[in-house]
Structures are given as C-alpha cells and as structure tokens.
C-alpha cells in the first residue's frame, strides 16, 4: 500500500531506495531497523559494506525484497521508477517522497521522522539545518549572481533545469541557472553555453563521475569560462547530508 500519510505504527524492518534518505535513517539511529538499501547507498560507509543491497534507484531486485520481507518501503518521485515502486505497493508499506527544494526537504524529514517514531531527532536535525542555511543566505545576499550552467551527464550533455532540488541549492550560492526555464535534466549542445553568456559550468561529481580531466576538457573549449567541479552529493542530496551542505556551500561562495 502507498501510505497518504505516516502510519501510527511502529516499522522494524526498513528498506530504502533512496541514497540520501539511507543516510538519514542512519543519522536518526535506525541501525536495527534498517534492513536493505540500494547499490548506490554509499553513506554511511558501514551500512555500504554490512547492509543488504536490493539493487538499484532505477532496477530494484525484487527477489532479494521478497526475502528480505519488509514492513516498509522508503522510496521517491525522481530516484525510483514508479512501476516498480506500485508493483512494491501490492505486497508492502511503501513511503513515496518528493522533493524539489529545501522546503521539500524539511517536510520530508518530517514525515520519515514520524513514520519512524524518531520525531525528536529529526526536529533537531531539521533546527540545525534551517539555522545554517538561514546563514547562508545572509552571506549569498549582496554577491552578484553567477550565470551558471550545471551538467550532471555527458554523452549526452544534460544540465539541470529549473524545476530541480540542484537549482534550489544554487540559488543559495548566489548561482543563476542559466537553463532555469527548461524542465528537469534537458539534454543540451555545447554551443548553447555560447549563446547563453555563461561565466561558469559546474560539472558534478554524480550522477556522471566528472573528474578534473573532463575540467581540462571543458577549458580547452570555452577558455574564457571558470570551469569547476561540483560535489554532487552537496548539491542534491537531501536528507542530513543538508548539514554538509551548508559548510561546503560558504566555502564554495568565496571561490565563485
């Protein structure tokens, strides 16, 4: 069953689709209850290594859920695919998030909270997070936007768009998008950087694994534009990773 609003029960065996809401179960201290996470669940280390792995975001192992047999299923919108996650909901709880800015965000760690009985914790962490970011903004306030284009692919390019938790976390860096009136992740052409005045393109660390060699690349091709790496995890995960976040983004203001 899709769950409308979090059960008045307690879940004691968890599985979690999501990379970042994972490292908020970890953070609002559901070891036991945690039972399987994704591939792609890299945080916390320890649960990486010693959890079970139901598959990917985008290819969950049905087989492997079966037998983990959960109480409740933690997945989202974007991450998951929703015909695997209404084939889920035939046999379990499943949590559905959806999250397109820090509003989102807080709201969404309200809700795991109470779904998993860990509303105190998750109201501190919530109190922390508004509170750094509320100091962000004062520090973003007088800084001249950035035109900034923020790829996320390669082969082919594709930037993120307007409507994007990505977008939300570069306005809090005094970023402008450059490709805000575009939907999601479009697919773009190198030359559309040219007729866009870009003075700076972020190429995030994930999904696609930029390195500093594809930096060197994208030099070479617009030399009169600042090319940067961009932690990804900074930029669009969004559970208690948002705590990061905050420290990354002040340093990341005094370069750009």
Request: proline share 4%; net charge negative; glycine share 4%.
């Amino acid at each position: 069953m899709i769950l409308t609003l979090p059960a008045h029960k307690k879940y004691s065996r968890i599985i979690s689709l999501v990379p970042s809401q994972t490292e908020l179960l970890s953070y609002l201290g559901l070891e036991n209850e945690v039972i399987g996470i994704t591939k792609f669940c890299v945080h916390p280390e320890s649960w990486f290594r010693n959890k079970t792995r139901a598959g990917g975001t985008k290819n969950i192992n049905f087989k492997m859920i079966h037998q983990l047999s959960p109480d409740l299923i933690i997945a989202n919108k974007e991450e998951n695919v929703k015909e695997q996650v209404e084939e889920l909901a035939n046999d379990y709880d499943v949590w559905i998030t959806d999250v397109n800015d820090l509003g989102d965000a807080i709201k969404m760690i309200t809700d795991i909270g109470k779904l998993t009985v860990k509303t105190e914790k998750a109201s501190e962490l919530i109190l922390k997070i508004e509170e750094g970011f509320e100091n962000l903004k004062r520090s973003s306030f007088n800084k001249a936007p950035v035109k900034t284009a923020y790829f996320i692919w390669k082969d082919p390019y594709m930037v993120a768009a307007g409507d994007t938790f990505i977008n939300n976390m570069m306005g809090y860096c005094a970023l402008e998008n450059v490709f805000c009136q575009q939907k999601r992740y479009p697919e773009i052409t190198l030359d559309e950087i040219k007729e866009r005045d870009v003075e700076l393109i972020l190429l995030s660390t994930e999904p696609y694994p930029f390195k500093a060699k594809h930096c060197e690349e994208m030099q070479k091709r617009f030399p009169k534009i600042k090319i940067e790496l961009a932690d990804g995890e900074m930029f669009s995960w969004y559970g208690s990773r948002l705590l990061k976040s905050v420290e990354y983004f002040q340093s990341f203001l005094k370069q750009v």
